[in-house]
Structures are given as structure tokens and as C-alpha cells.
């Protein structure tokens, strides 16, 4: 069990390591239901039930994918009471922007994976398109063969290897036909996946306001503060919920427990501004949050002339003028 969380712990620190984990379980999970779960029915209901196990499961994970996705719920969560509009600056607007787009990122992974294996297995492709009412297309499939009238007749049973008038070659054809043209689609989906994500990779890395080398420290100090404050709020809340109970049972004044209080719960909970209104740089919101304020300890953006991490207060500051 150790193994098992030590594993899922570094795909969550690794991103591309947890968005190939997913298209791994993705991809399986697709094997999974053509084989076991998936029969075409052979009848008029085949084009529904291809498209449903082609379309239905994708919904499926993009719906999972933003219920599991935290960035989604810290989104949303209060947005309707939030006296700050989530738009009311540029800054602000390519904030959003930005978080949408990484949501979007790890939500459509997983759809846009089942289908490109689907595609390319060429199951659920054989079974719907056998049983569209396209004179055109069926016409296509059934051009070269020998009994075109009644390959059009016998095309919804060819899935199933029904014997009739159509002789098995020829519905092996069809088939092959089929399966060529959704492998084609499937490779083709692929293709422009990795070019989308490639051109807004790179859109978003000219575009970044630091070096690479900052980029990438920026990512570890977001990975480490997430974990600290996971730490730290176990811990508070522990605290918290003991002295909260010890005054319940012993009839006696609880002790004082500092709390962040509900206004600075909602300033590390709104959209990430990158840089204020005097273009101080911060990591994340919980940084931005220990922006000079009167009686707050916090930490000032390190320049070339200070490169002391070290938290300052207010009245040291006011000591050194």
C-alpha cells in the first residue's frame, strides 16, 4: 500500500509522469470495455449503441475530470458571493484565463484519449457505421463487392459474422474498410492533440513573465507549499478541534487559537494575479498574501540588492529607515 501511494504521490508531483498515468488507465480501460462489455447488437440500434460507447464514456471522464480537479473548486467555490469581480482587470482576465486552460489540460486528457483508442481499435467505428441510413456512405462501402444489393441489405449483421447472401470475403473487406478509415481518424485525433498542446506550450512559454530556471523553481516552491499547508492544516485543525472539546467536557473558557479569518480564507482563494498593482512578482496567492500589511509578517519579493529570504515584520522595516 506504501508502494501504491509513494507511486501516485510522484505522478502528482510529476506532471507528465500523472498525465501519462492517466492516458495509460485510460487507454486500458477502453481494452477492457471493447472486449468484455461492448457487443453490437447487429440490428437498426447499431449506429446508437457505437456512437454511445464512443461519445457517452468521453462526457463521462470530461464530467470526472472537472469533480476531481481542485483548481475547478477553487474556482467556483463562493464565486456568486465574491464582492471582487473574477474580470475586473486584464491581469486578472489572463489569470483566469490561464487556470482555465490548465483545467481544461488535465479534463479533456482522458476523453480525448478513449477516443483516439477507440479510433484506433475500430470496434465501436465497424459496428455504428454499419448501421447508418446514409445512402452515400453505405453505397461506398459496399461499391466493389460482388452483391452490392445485398451487402446494403446485410450490412447491419456484418459485425457479427452472420452468415447470409454476402460472401465472408467480401464482409471481411467491408469490415477492414471500416476499421482503416477509424484508425485513420484515431492517428489523425493524435496528431492534432500533440500539435495543440505543443503550440500552446510554447505560446505560454514566450509569454511567461520569468526565465525557465524560474519557471521551474516556481513549480516546486507551488508543489511544496500545497504539501506544507496540507501539513500545517492538519495539524491547526487538530489543535483546534482538541482545545474545542476540552472546554466542552471541562466546562472551562477554551484557549485562544489564532485563525485566519474569513476575509484572508477569501484573498488565498481568489484567482492567482502573478504580479500586483506595483508588478512585485509572487508564486501563488498564499505569497501575494504576505505583501507588506500593517502588522503582518511576510516575506518581500527578492531583488538583486536582497537576496535574504528571511521574513521581515513592519517595524523592522521601519527601524532600518
Same mark, same amino acid.
Given at each position: 500500500? *506504501?508502494?501504491? #501511494? +509513494?507511486?501516485?504521490?510522484?505522478?502528482?508531483?510529476?506532471?507528465?509522469?500523472?498525465?501519462?498515468?492517466?492516458?495509460?488507465? +485510460?487507454?486500458?480501460?477502453?481494452?477492457?470495455?471493447?472486449?468484455?462489455?461492448?457487443?453490437?447488437?447487429?440490428?437498426?440500434?447499431?449506429?446508437? %449503441?457505437?456512437?454511445?460507447?464512443?461519445?457517452?464514456?468521453?462526457?463521462?471522464?470530461? +464530467?470526472?475530470?472537472?469533480?476531481?480537479?481542485?483548481?475547478?473548486?477553487?474556482?467556483?467555490?463562493?464565486?456568486?458571493?465574491?464582492?471582487?469581480?473574477?474580470?475586473?482587470?486584464?491581469?486578472?482576465?489572463?489569470?483566469?484565463?490561464?487556470?482555465?486552460?490548465?483545467?481544461?489540460?488535465?479534463?479533456?486528457?482522458?476523453?480525448?484519449?478513449?477516443?483516439?483508442?477507440?479510433?484506433?481499435?475500430?470496434?465501436?467505428?465497424?459496428?455504428?457505421?454499419?448501421?447508418?441510413?446514409?445512402?452515400?456512405?453505405?453505397?461506398?462501402?459496399?461499391?466493389?463487392?460482388?452483391?452490392?444489393?445485398?451487402?446494403?441489405?446485410?450490412?447491419?449483421?456484418? @459485425?457479427?459474422?452472420?452468415?447470409?447472401?454476402? @460472401?465472408?470475403?467480401?464482409?471481411?473487406?467491408?469490415?477492414?474498410?471500416?476499421?482503416?478509415?477509424?484508425?485513420?481518424?484515431?492517428?489523425?485525433?493524435?496528431?492534432?492533440?500533440?500539435?495543440?498542446?505543443?503550440?500552446?506550450?510554447?505560446?505560454?512559454?514566450?509569454?511567461?513573465?520569468?526565465?525557465?530556471?524560474?519557471?521551474?523553481?516556481?513549480?516546486? %516552491?507551488?508543489?511544496?507549499?500545497?504539501?506544507?499547508?496540507?501539513?500545517?492544516?492538519?495539524?491547526?485543525?487538530?489543535?483546534?478541534?482538541?482545545?474545542?472539546?476540552?472546554?466542552?467536557? +471541562?466546562?472551562?473558557?477554551?484557549?485562544?487559537?489564532?485563525?485566519?479569518?474569513? $476575509?484572508?480564507?477569501?484573498?488565498?482563494?481568489?484567482? %492567482?494575479?502573478?504580479? *500586483?498593482? #506595483?508588478?512585485?512578482?509572487? %508564486?501563488?496567492?498564499?505569497?501575494?498574501?504576505?505583501?507588506?500589511?500593517?502588522?503582518?509578517?511576510?516575506? @518581500? @519579493?527578492?531583488?538583486?540588492?536582497?537576496?535574504?529570504?528571511?521574513?521581515?515584520?513592519?517595524? *523592522? $522595516?521601519?527601524?532600518?529607515?
Amino acid at each position: 500500500m *506504501d508502494k501504491i #501511494k +509513494t507511486i501516485l504521490n510522484t505522478a502528482k508531483e510529476q506532471t507528465s509522469l500523472g498525465l501519462g498515468l492517466i492516458s495509460l488507465l +485510460t487507454a486500458g480501460s477502453e481494452q477492457i470495455f471493447s472486449k468484455v462489455v461492448f457487443q453490437c447488437p447487429c440490428d437498426q440500434l447499431n449506429f446508437l %449503441y457505437g456512437v454511445v460507447f464512443l461519445l457517452v464514456p468521453a462526457l463521462a471522464l470530461i +464530467t470526472l475530470g472537472f469533480i476531481l480537479s481542485k483548481k475547478t473548486w477553487k474556482l467556483v467555490t463562493g464565486l456568486c458571493r465574491r464582492e471582487e469581480k473574477v474580470c475586473g482587470s486584464c491581469s486578472r482576465v489572463k489569470s483566469l484565463a490561464n487556470v482555465i486552460f490548465q483545467i481544461s489540460t488535465f479534463v479533456f486528457l482522458a476523453p480525448s484519449t478513449w477516443i483516439a483508442v477507440a479510433l484506433l481499435n475500430g470496434v465501436y467505428i465497424q459496428c455504428a457505421m454499419t448501421g447508418t441510413n446514409m445512402t452515400m456512405f453505405n453505397d461506398h462501402l459496399c461499391k466493389r463487392t460482388e452483391m452490392e444489393a445485398d451487402c446494403l441489405k446485410e450490412l447491419h449483421t456484418f @459485425p457479427c459474422g452472420i452468415d447470409g447472401k454476402v @460472401p465472408k470475403d467480401e464482409r471481411d473487406e467491408v469490415l477492414l474498410k471500416l476499421r482503416a478509415e477509424s484508425q485513420i481518424a484515431g492517428w489523425l485525433l493524435i496528431a492534432t492533440m500533440i500539435l495543440f498542446y505543443l503550440a500552446f506550450s510554447c505560446v505560454a512559454r514566450c509569454c511567461s513573465p520569468v526565465s525557465y530556471l524560474e519557471l521551474k523553481f516556481w513549480k516546486l %516552491y507551488a508543489q511544496k507549499e500545497d504539501t506544507a499547508f496540507n501539513l500545517y492544516s492538519v495539524e491547526h485543525a487538530e489543535k483546534l478541534a482538541k482545545c474545542s472539546v476540552t472546554s466542552f467536557f +471541562t466546562n472551562t473558557e477554551p484557549d485562544s487559537v489564532q485563525t485566519p479569518s474569513n $476575509e484572508d480564507w477569501q484573498e488565498i482563494s481568489s484567482v %492567482y494575479v502573478p504580479c *500586483d498593482t #506595483k508588478g512585485r512578482q509572487y %508564486y501563488s496567492a498564499l505569497h501575494g498574501f504576505m505583501r507588506p500589511k500593517s502588522g503582518r509578517v511576510y516575506v @518581500p @519579493p527578492i531583488t538583486e540588492g536582497d537576496m535574504s529570504p528571511c521574513p521581515q515584520s513592519r517595524d *523592522d $522595516e521601519e527601524e532600518k529607515l
